[in-house]
Protein backbone atom coordinates (compact mmCIF):
# COMPACT_ATOMS: atom_id res chain seq x y z
CA UNK A 1 0.00 0.00 0.00
CA UNK A 2 1.32 3.05 -1.06
CA UNK A 3 2.16 5.76 2.18
CA UNK A 4 -0.48 8.87 1.35
CA UNK A 5 0.56 11.87 -0.68
CA UNK A 6 1.41 15.04 0.59
CA UNK A 7 -2.27 17.04 0.81
CA UNK A 8 -3.10 13.95 2.87
CA UNK A 9 -0.54 13.35 5.37
CA UNK A 10 -0.79 17.37 5.68
CA UNK A 11 -4.54 17.56 5.99
CA UNK A 12 -4.92 14.23 8.81
CA UNK A 13 -1.95 15.85 10.88
CA UNK A 14 -3.78 19.16 10.48
CA UNK A 15 -6.97 17.62 11.95
CA UNK A 16 -4.47 15.63 14.84
CA UNK A 17 -2.93 19.07 15.58
CA UNK A 18 -6.52 20.86 15.66
CA UNK A 19 -7.95 17.82 18.02
CA UNK A 20 -5.43 17.58 20.16
CA UNK A 21 -4.12 21.23 20.89
CA UNK A 22 -8.20 21.31 21.71
CA UNK A 23 -8.23 18.53 23.97
CA UNK A 24 -4.65 18.60 26.05
CA UNK A 25 -4.03 22.71 25.81
CA UNK A 26 -7.47 25.21 25.97
CA UNK A 27 -9.56 22.41 27.80
CA UNK A 28 -8.40 22.82 30.91
CA UNK A 29 -9.89 25.44 32.23
CA UNK A 30 -13.35 24.41 31.37
CA UNK A 31 -13.29 21.51 33.76
CA UNK A 32 -11.61 23.63 36.57
CA UNK A 33 -14.93 24.93 38.06
CA UNK A 34 -16.74 21.44 37.90
CA UNK A 35 -14.26 20.14 39.47
CA UNK A 36 -14.16 22.42 42.24
CA UNK A 37 -17.59 22.18 42.54
CA UNK A 38 -17.54 18.24 42.97
CA UNK A 39 -13.80 17.93 44.51
CA UNK A 40 -13.94 21.41 46.57
CA UNK A 41 -10.22 21.30 45.03
CA UNK A 42 -8.91 24.77 45.40
CA UNK A 43 -7.63 26.38 42.02
CA UNK A 44 -4.05 27.00 43.10
CA UNK A 45 -4.37 22.56 43.77
CA UNK A 46 -5.83 22.35 40.58
CA UNK A 47 -3.21 24.97 38.77
CA UNK A 48 -0.53 22.82 39.94
CA UNK A 49 -1.46 19.72 37.87
CA UNK A 50 -1.23 21.66 34.63
CA UNK A 51 1.45 23.56 35.50
CA UNK A 52 2.95 20.18 35.95
CA UNK A 53 1.89 19.20 32.63
CA UNK A 54 3.42 21.67 30.99
CA UNK A 55 6.75 21.64 32.76
CA UNK A 56 7.16 17.90 31.40
CA UNK A 57 5.96 19.24 27.98
CA UNK A 58 9.11 20.77 28.11
CA UNK A 59 11.32 18.31 29.93
CA UNK A 60 10.22 15.44 27.51
CA UNK A 61 10.84 17.45 24.21
CA UNK A 62 14.72 16.82 23.17
CA UNK A 63 13.84 12.86 23.89
CA UNK A 64 10.81 12.80 21.14
CA UNK A 65 13.15 15.12 19.07
CA UNK A 66 15.88 12.74 19.13
CA UNK A 67 13.24 9.73 18.61
CA UNK A 68 12.18 11.46 15.32
CA UNK A 69 15.49 12.10 14.13
CA UNK A 70 16.03 7.96 14.51
CA UNK A 71 13.30 7.58 12.45
CA UNK A 72 10.56 6.66 14.80
CA UNK A 73 7.83 9.88 13.98
CA UNK A 74 5.17 7.74 13.16
CA UNK A 75 5.53 5.52 16.52
CA UNK A 76 5.79 9.07 18.04
CA UNK A 77 2.78 10.66 16.96
CA UNK A 78 0.66 7.26 17.05
CA UNK A 79 1.58 6.81 20.89
CA UNK A 80 1.62 10.02 22.15
CA UNK A 81 -2.31 10.17 21.09
CA UNK A 82 -2.72 6.98 22.58
CA UNK A 83 -0.75 8.38 26.03
CA UNK A 84 -3.47 11.63 25.51
CA UNK A 85 -5.96 9.14 25.62
CA UNK A 86 -5.26 7.52 28.54
CA UNK A 87 -4.68 10.57 30.28
CA UNK A 88 -7.96 11.58 29.74
CA UNK A 89 -9.67 8.25 30.85
CA UNK A 90 -7.66 8.66 34.00
CA UNK A 91 -8.25 11.97 34.57
CA UNK A 92 -11.84 11.13 34.27
CA UNK A 93 -11.53 8.40 37.63
CA UNK A 94 -9.58 11.05 39.37
CA UNK A 95 -10.90 11.41 43.03
CA UNK A 96 -7.82 12.58 44.73
CA UNK A 97 -5.55 14.73 43.80
CA UNK A 98 -2.19 12.70 43.49
CA UNK A 99 -4.18 11.02 40.53
CA UNK A 100 -5.68 14.60 38.93
CA UNK A 101 -1.30 14.87 39.19
CA UNK A 102 -0.73 11.39 37.33
CA UNK A 103 -2.66 12.00 34.73
CA UNK A 104 -1.34 15.13 33.91
CA UNK A 105 1.87 14.27 33.68
CA UNK A 106 0.72 11.26 31.15
CA UNK A 107 -0.80 14.15 29.11
CA UNK A 108 2.15 16.76 29.74
CA UNK A 109 4.44 13.97 27.91
CA UNK A 110 1.91 13.30 25.36
CA UNK A 111 2.06 17.10 24.59
CA UNK A 112 5.46 16.71 23.76
CA UNK A 113 4.62 13.85 21.62
CA UNK A 114 1.60 15.47 19.35
CA UNK A 115 1.25 19.43 19.86
CA UNK A 116 3.25 21.05 16.55
CA UNK A 117 6.79 20.55 17.29
CA UNK A 118 6.68 16.42 16.48
CA UNK A 119 4.53 17.24 13.79
CA UNK A 120 6.83 19.84 12.09
CA UNK A 121 9.99 17.84 12.69
CA UNK A 122 7.91 14.68 10.73
CA UNK A 123 6.83 16.65 7.84
CA UNK A 124 10.45 18.64 7.50
CA UNK A 125 11.93 14.84 6.99
CA UNK A 126 9.12 13.54 5.28
CA UNK A 127 8.64 16.58 2.23
CA UNK A 128 12.05 18.88 2.53
CA UNK A 129 10.94 20.40 -0.63
CA UNK A 130 7.53 21.52 0.98
CA UNK A 131 8.09 21.51 4.84
CA UNK A 132 7.55 24.90 4.84
CA UNK A 133 4.10 24.55 3.55
CA UNK A 134 2.87 22.06 5.31
CA UNK A 135 3.70 23.97 8.52
CA UNK A 136 1.92 26.72 7.45
CA UNK A 137 -1.26 24.21 6.96
CA UNK A 138 -1.11 22.92 10.41
CA UNK A 139 -0.98 25.89 12.26
CA UNK A 140 -3.64 27.52 9.90
CA UNK A 141 -5.95 24.35 11.21
CA UNK A 142 -4.66 24.52 14.70
CA UNK A 143 -5.45 28.19 15.13
CA UNK A 144 -9.11 27.22 15.11
CA UNK A 145 -8.29 24.99 18.10
CA UNK A 146 -9.19 27.54 21.37
CA UNK A 147 -12.27 28.35 18.65
CA UNK A 148 -13.43 24.43 18.60
CA UNK A 149 -12.62 23.70 22.33
CA UNK A 150 -14.73 25.80 24.88
CA UNK A 151 -17.88 25.38 22.86
CA UNK A 152 -17.18 21.59 22.69
CA UNK A 153 -16.33 20.96 26.19
CA UNK A 154 -18.90 23.19 27.62
CA UNK A 155 -21.40 20.95 25.49
CA UNK A 156 -19.79 17.74 26.49
CA UNK A 157 -20.13 19.02 30.04
CA UNK A 158 -23.85 19.96 29.71
CA UNK A 159 -24.44 16.78 28.20
CA UNK A 160 -22.23 13.88 29.64
CA UNK A 161 -21.10 16.17 33.16
CA UNK A 162 -17.07 16.64 33.31
CA UNK A 163 -16.55 12.79 34.08
CA UNK A 164 -18.20 11.43 31.26
CA UNK A 165 -17.00 14.47 28.62
CA UNK A 166 -12.77 13.55 29.95
CA UNK A 167 -13.96 9.81 29.00
CA UNK A 168 -15.64 11.28 25.50
CA UNK A 169 -12.27 13.22 24.62
CA UNK A 170 -10.35 10.13 25.87
CA UNK A 171 -11.72 7.68 23.39
CA UNK A 172 -11.31 10.06 20.31
CA UNK A 173 -8.34 10.48 20.78
CA UNK A 174 -7.65 6.91 21.10
CA UNK A 175 -9.88 5.52 18.75
CA UNK A 176 -9.53 8.36 16.13
CA UNK A 177 -6.86 10.24 16.34
CA UNK A 178 -3.92 7.87 17.47
CA UNK A 179 -5.34 5.85 14.28
CA UNK A 180 -5.30 8.56 11.92
CA UNK A 181 -1.68 9.39 13.24
CA UNK A 182 -0.32 5.96 12.31
CA UNK A 183 -2.26 6.27 8.53
CA UNK A 184 -0.95 9.48 7.44
CA UNK A 185 2.73 8.59 8.65
CA UNK A 186 3.26 4.98 6.87
CA UNK A 187 5.97 3.87 4.64
CA UNK A 188 8.55 6.12 3.42
CA UNK A 189 6.91 8.63 0.59
CA UNK A 190 8.67 9.65 -2.50
CA UNK A 191 10.99 12.20 -2.24
CA UNK A 192 10.94 14.98 -5.33
CA UNK A 193 14.48 15.41 -7.35
CA UNK A 194 15.95 17.85 -4.94
CA UNK A 195 17.78 20.72 -6.48
CA UNK A 196 21.40 20.80 -6.90
CA UNK A 197 22.31 22.65 -4.00
CA UNK A 198 19.90 20.78 -1.62
CA UNK A 199 21.63 19.64 1.71
CA UNK A 200 22.64 15.85 2.69
CA UNK A 201 22.61 14.61 6.45
CA UNK A 202 26.45 14.80 5.92
CA UNK A 203 26.10 18.54 5.59
CA UNK A 204 23.43 18.99 8.43
CA UNK A 205 24.33 20.28 11.75
CA UNK A 206 24.43 18.15 14.92
CA UNK A 207 23.31 18.95 18.54
CA UNK A 208 26.65 19.54 19.66
CA UNK A 209 27.75 21.68 16.51
CA UNK A 210 24.24 23.67 16.90
CA UNK A 211 25.27 24.49 20.53
CA UNK A 212 28.67 26.00 19.50
CA UNK A 213 26.84 28.43 17.41
CA UNK A 214 25.79 32.30 19.45
CA UNK A 215 22.64 31.61 16.65
CA UNK A 216 21.49 28.59 18.27
CA UNK A 217 21.71 30.33 22.42
CA UNK A 218 19.93 33.59 20.73
CA UNK A 219 17.38 31.71 18.65
CA UNK A 220 16.48 30.21 22.16
CA UNK A 221 16.50 33.08 24.09
CA UNK A 222 14.20 35.03 21.92
CA UNK A 223 11.83 32.37 22.34
CA UNK A 224 12.20 31.76 25.53
CA UNK A 225 11.24 35.19 25.93
CA UNK A 226 8.56 35.53 23.99
CA UNK A 227 6.55 32.45 25.31
CA UNK A 228 7.42 33.80 28.62
CA UNK A 229 5.61 37.05 27.37
CA UNK A 230 2.72 35.59 25.49
CA UNK A 231 2.05 32.99 28.59
CA UNK A 232 1.97 35.64 31.19
CA UNK A 233 -0.30 37.70 29.18
CA UNK A 234 -3.06 34.73 28.70
CA UNK A 235 -2.60 33.44 32.20
CA UNK A 236 -3.36 37.79 33.37
CA UNK A 237 -5.55 38.97 30.34
CA UNK A 238 -8.85 39.06 32.43
CA UNK A 239 -7.62 40.61 35.78
CA UNK A 240 -5.53 42.47 33.53
CA UNK A 241 -8.74 44.19 31.86
CA UNK A 242 -10.71 44.01 35.59
CA UNK A 243 -8.13 46.30 36.49
CA UNK A 244 -8.60 49.00 34.08
CA UNK A 245 -12.27 48.96 34.26
CA UNK A 246 -13.42 46.57 32.21
CA UNK A 247 -16.46 44.43 32.66
CA UNK A 248 -15.79 40.37 31.66
CA UNK A 249 -18.44 40.67 28.20
CA UNK A 250 -16.04 44.04 27.61
CA UNK A 251 -12.89 41.79 27.96
CA UNK A 252 -14.33 39.16 25.81
CA UNK A 253 -15.41 41.30 22.95
CA UNK A 254 -12.00 41.91 22.69
CA UNK A 255 -10.24 38.96 23.23
CA UNK A 256 -12.39 37.66 21.09
CA UNK A 257 -10.15 38.42 18.01
CA UNK A 258 -7.01 37.17 19.03
CA UNK A 259 -7.75 33.68 17.50
CA UNK A 260 -8.75 35.05 14.24
CA UNK A 261 -6.15 37.67 14.01
CA UNK A 262 -3.54 34.56 14.58
CA UNK A 263 -5.49 32.79 12.01
CA UNK A 264 -5.19 35.60 9.42
CA UNK A 265 -1.54 36.34 10.07
CA UNK A 266 -1.18 32.56 9.33
CA UNK A 267 -3.22 32.69 5.94
CA UNK A 268 -1.02 35.94 4.74
CA UNK A 269 1.71 34.00 4.93
CA UNK A 270 0.14 30.86 3.09
CA UNK A 271 -0.31 33.51 0.54
CA UNK A 272 2.49 35.92 0.14
CA UNK A 273 5.28 34.30 3.21
CA UNK A 274 6.96 32.45 -0.17
CA UNK A 275 8.19 35.88 -1.24
CA UNK A 276 9.95 37.28 2.02
CA UNK A 277 12.73 35.72 3.58
CA UNK A 278 11.93 33.79 7.00
CA UNK A 279 14.38 36.57 9.23
CA UNK A 280 12.73 39.19 7.75
CA UNK A 281 9.17 38.10 9.06
CA UNK A 282 10.39 37.24 12.18
CA UNK A 283 11.67 40.41 13.08
CA UNK A 284 8.36 41.80 12.09
CA UNK A 285 6.61 39.05 13.86
CA UNK A 286 8.39 39.08 17.17
CA UNK A 287 8.17 43.03 16.91
CA UNK A 288 4.07 42.52 17.15
CA UNK A 289 4.55 40.97 20.66
CA UNK A 290 6.32 44.30 22.91
CA UNK A 291 4.29 46.89 21.07
CA UNK A 292 0.74 44.88 21.09
CA UNK A 293 1.82 44.88 25.03
CA UNK A 294 2.87 48.00 25.37
CA UNK A 295 -0.73 49.58 23.72
CA UNK A 296 -2.69 46.63 26.05
CA UNK A 297 -0.96 48.79 29.14
CA UNK A 298 -1.39 51.84 28.39
CA UNK A 299 -4.64 52.42 26.25
CA UNK A 300 -8.00 52.46 28.01
CA UNK A 301 -10.15 52.62 25.01
CA UNK A 302 -11.73 50.26 23.21
CA UNK A 303 -10.00 50.47 20.13
CA UNK A 304 -6.97 50.83 20.98
CA UNK A 305 -7.52 47.35 22.78
CA UNK A 306 -8.68 45.88 19.25
CA UNK A 307 -5.46 46.94 18.21
CA UNK A 308 -4.05 45.37 20.83
CA UNK A 309 -5.87 41.46 20.04
CA UNK A 310 -5.28 42.31 15.84
CA UNK A 311 -1.34 42.82 16.47
CA UNK A 312 -0.40 40.33 19.52
CA UNK A 313 -3.41 37.40 17.56
CA UNK A 314 -0.89 38.20 14.19
CA UNK A 315 2.47 37.69 15.83
CA UNK A 316 0.99 34.73 17.98
CA UNK A 317 0.20 33.19 15.08
CA UNK A 318 3.19 33.90 12.68
CA UNK A 319 5.67 33.22 15.49
CA UNK A 320 5.05 28.93 15.38
CA UNK A 321 5.85 29.50 11.90
CA UNK A 322 9.34 31.24 12.19
CA UNK A 323 10.32 28.56 14.75
CA UNK A 324 9.73 25.78 12.45
CA UNK A 325 11.00 27.20 9.20
CA UNK A 326 14.04 29.10 10.41
CA UNK A 327 15.67 25.93 12.33
CA UNK A 328 16.26 23.67 9.41
CA UNK A 329 17.48 26.43 7.21
CA UNK A 330 19.96 27.54 10.27
CA UNK A 331 20.96 24.08 10.86
CA UNK A 332 19.61 21.17 7.94
CA UNK A 333 17.36 18.43 8.82
CA UNK A 334 19.47 15.95 9.85
CA UNK A 335 19.08 16.25 13.32
CA UNK A 336 16.16 19.02 13.37
CA UNK A 337 14.19 16.99 15.82
CA UNK A 338 16.94 16.85 18.56
CA UNK A 339 18.27 21.11 18.08
CA UNK A 340 14.38 22.10 17.77
CA UNK A 341 13.31 19.61 20.78
CA UNK A 342 16.53 21.51 22.43
CA UNK A 343 15.41 25.00 21.68
CA UNK A 344 11.86 24.72 22.80
CA UNK A 345 12.00 22.87 25.73
CA UNK A 346 13.72 25.33 27.37
CA UNK A 347 11.11 28.04 26.02
CA UNK A 348 8.47 25.59 26.77
CA UNK A 349 9.72 25.65 30.57
CA UNK A 350 9.74 29.06 30.34
CA UNK A 351 5.76 29.22 28.96
CA UNK A 352 5.19 27.12 32.33
CA UNK A 353 6.99 29.01 35.07
CA UNK A 354 5.33 32.45 33.69
CA UNK A 355 2.17 32.68 35.36
CA UNK A 356 3.60 32.15 38.99
CA UNK A 357 6.41 33.82 38.18
CA UNK A 358 4.25 37.01 37.04
CA UNK A 359 2.11 36.82 39.78
CA UNK A 360 5.11 37.34 42.36
CA UNK A 361 6.23 40.13 40.27
CA UNK A 362 2.87 41.79 40.60
CA UNK A 363 3.56 41.93 44.14
CA UNK A 364 6.30 43.93 43.89
CA UNK A 365 4.53 46.36 40.99
CA UNK A 366 2.43 48.84 41.48
CA UNK A 367 -0.21 47.08 39.30
CA UNK A 368 -1.24 45.37 35.88
CA UNK A 369 -0.02 47.97 34.04
CA UNK A 370 4.03 48.26 35.52
CA UNK A 371 4.00 44.48 34.55
CA UNK A 372 2.68 44.88 31.19
CA UNK A 373 5.36 47.36 30.71
CA UNK A 374 8.20 44.63 31.74
CA UNK A 375 6.80 42.21 29.62
CA UNK A 376 7.23 44.47 26.73
CA UNK A 377 11.05 45.26 27.75
CA UNK A 378 11.40 41.21 27.47
CA UNK A 379 9.52 41.09 24.02
CA UNK A 380 12.05 43.70 22.85
CA UNK A 381 14.75 41.70 23.94
CA UNK A 382 13.54 38.71 21.99
CA UNK A 383 13.57 41.09 18.94
CA UNK A 384 17.14 42.04 19.95
CA UNK A 385 18.26 38.49 20.50
CA UNK A 386 16.77 37.33 17.15
CA UNK A 387 18.30 40.17 15.16
CA UNK A 388 21.52 39.22 16.65
CA UNK A 389 21.16 35.41 15.33
CA UNK A 390 22.85 35.45 11.95
CA UNK A 391 22.96 32.35 10.38
CA UNK A 392 25.89 29.71 10.92
CA UNK A 393 29.36 30.30 9.83
CA UNK A 394 29.05 27.15 7.17
CA UNK A 395 25.32 26.91 7.35
CA UNK A 396 23.55 23.48 5.10
CA UNK A 397 22.64 24.03 1.20
CA UNK A 398 18.86 25.28 1.92
CA UNK A 399 16.48 23.12 0.69
CA UNK A 400 13.44 25.77 -1.40
CA UNK A 401 10.40 25.14 0.48
Not at 159 to 174: E, H, K, T
Not at 317 to 344: C, K, N
Request: net charge positive; with cysteine; glycine share 10%.
Amino acid sequence: MNPPTFRATVAALALGQLVCWAALYYAFSSFVLPMQRAMAWSKPQMMGAFTLGLALWGVATYAVGGAIDRGHGRRVMTAGAALAGAGFLLWSQAASLPLLYTAWALLGVSMAMTLYEPAFNVLTKRFPERYVQGITSLTLVGGFASTLSFPAVAGLIAWLDWRGALQAIGVLLLVVIAPLHAWALRGTPPVAARPANASTEADDATLHEALREPSFWLLTATFTLYAFGSAALWAHVMPAFAAKGFSEAQALAVVVWIGPAQVLGRLLFLAFGQRVSTRRIGLVVLAGLPVSLAIFALANQIAALLLFALLFGLANGLVTIVRGSLVPQYYGRGHVGRISGAMSGIALLSRAAAPLATAWLLLALPGYTEMLLVLAGLGVAAVAAFAWARPPRNPPPAVAP
